[in-house]
């Protein structure tokens, strides 16, 4: 990475809020001094590709797949995030929030793990190894019991930032289908029928006992530290005034329209999956978020488990979803991310903000991202 320089982009097509227009940007010590109209000359010729803000990441389990790579096998922690961190650089990411679970599960992460990846992150940020600009979404599974403990290892840690609760017990909100829970656990985790039914139990067991007291406990501990906090899987209006009454911000994929529109219509930003963007459809058997961008409920787009996703998305729904152009789709994975969690110095080519940018070549089909700058620094 070279350091932070004074340069001129000209050339572009830029994706403002609200227009497309020719141009050009005027970086000075990594903020963006001056965005210009019309035609210019400078020795960054961008030759009409887009220039776009640096993509805003919200919720990706992408750094579990580097860290874990295989059952049983856990590799060297600053290894696993720069490895994590290439990839998501490249894929135009120049702020991510990287998911860090609290309470045990199917994976079976042991105690500390979580805060040895976190420890992993800070020391990574303080050395300077890193392209993107991380910090922590802790996903807080309330039904687990010893949800709390694992939180409590993170109270006072600068980088978490977003907060979301949910709970995976069978019947509840994602799972809500008992047949989608048993197509999903069962093969995963290679139980008998008999094994699985018991396990069914154990976990329906937990979630009457835990969730209702830890989901209260980590809404009041968000409201009290400033922390963005985030729902998950609302299936139901009810859902949705417990989530409003929480304080929750973002909406992280409601299973159903009615849970999104509810969000929606209380100020709730809702947010789907790019990957669901790109099949046409939900992994799990749920709501599309094509249907949800279609009625004009989608706010925020989020790459969950395939980087590159989150710059191939926007480019879909501004090509098929009427209402919807190029500036609307692309501010889901800058701008309105970048609001929702109070990151107001980044997400828009705005005078004043940080020079997080992306150059865009996109004739037809999958964007190829050209180049990445962050604060000023090409990153890739």
């Not at 991510?96 to 793990?113: N, S, T, Y």
Request: hydrophobic content about 45%; charged content about 25%; proline content about 4%.
């Amino acid at each position: 990475m070279t350091d932070a320089r004074d340069f001129e982009i000209c050339n572009a097509n830029l994706v403002l809020e609200d227009r497309v227009v020719a141009g050009g940007v005027v970086v000075r010590d990594g903020r963006i001094a001056e965005v210009t109209e019309g035609s210019a000359r400078s020795n960054l010729d961008l030759e009409g590709d887009y220039l776009i803000p640096g993509l805003v990441e919200l919720h990706t389990d992408h750094l579990e797949v580097h860290y874990a790579p295989r059952p049983g096998v856990r590799w060297d922690t600053i290894a696993a995030i720069q490895a994590h961190d290439g990839q998501v650089a490249t894929a135009g990411i120049t702020t991510v929030f990287d998911c860090l679970r609290m309470g045990a599960d199917d994976e079976h992460f042991q105690p500390g793990e979580m805060r040895a990846l976190a420890d992993a992150l800070h020391q990574g940020r303080e050395q300077g190894r890193f392209r993107a600009d991380h910090l922590i979404h802790l996903r807080c599974e309330v039904s687990a019991p010893d949800m709390l403990a694992d939180y409590e290892a993170f109270r006072g840690d600068p980088l978490v930032h977003l907060v979301s609760v949910m709970d995976h017990a069978p019947g509840q909100r994602q799972f809500q289908n008992l047949s989608q829970y048993t197509l999903y656990y069962q093969k995963k985790l290679g139980l008998s029928d008999e094994a699985f039914a018991a396990f069914v139990a154990a976990q329906q067991e937990a979630s009457a006992r835990h969730s209702g007291p830890n989901r209260q406990a980590v809404a009041a501990d968000c409201r009290v530290r400033g922390i963005a906090l985030a729902s998950h899987d609302d299936a139901t209006i009810d859902h949705v005034a417990e989530s409003a009454g929480h304080g929750v911000r973002i909406a992280e994929f409601p299973t159903t329209l009615d849970a999104a529109r509810a969000s929606h219509a209380a100020g709730i930003a809702v947010l789907m999956g790019a990957p669901n963007i790109v099949r046409g459809r939900s992994h799990s058997g749920n709501i599309a978020a094509g249907d949800l961008a279609a009625a004009g409920v989608l706010d925020v787009l989020s790459s969950d488990y395939v980087p590159i996703s989150l710059i191939h998305a926007p480019f879909i729904l501004a090509d098929r979803v009427a209402g919807i152009d190029l500036p609307q789709a692309i501010a889901m994975v800058t701008a309105t991310p970048a609001r929702s969690v109070g990151l107001a110095d980044r997400g828009r080519l705005a005078e004043g903000l940080r020079a997080d940018l992306v150059r865009v070549h996109r004739d037809a089909g999958v964007p190829v991202v050209r180049a990445v700058w962050r604060e000023g620094r090409r990153v890739a």
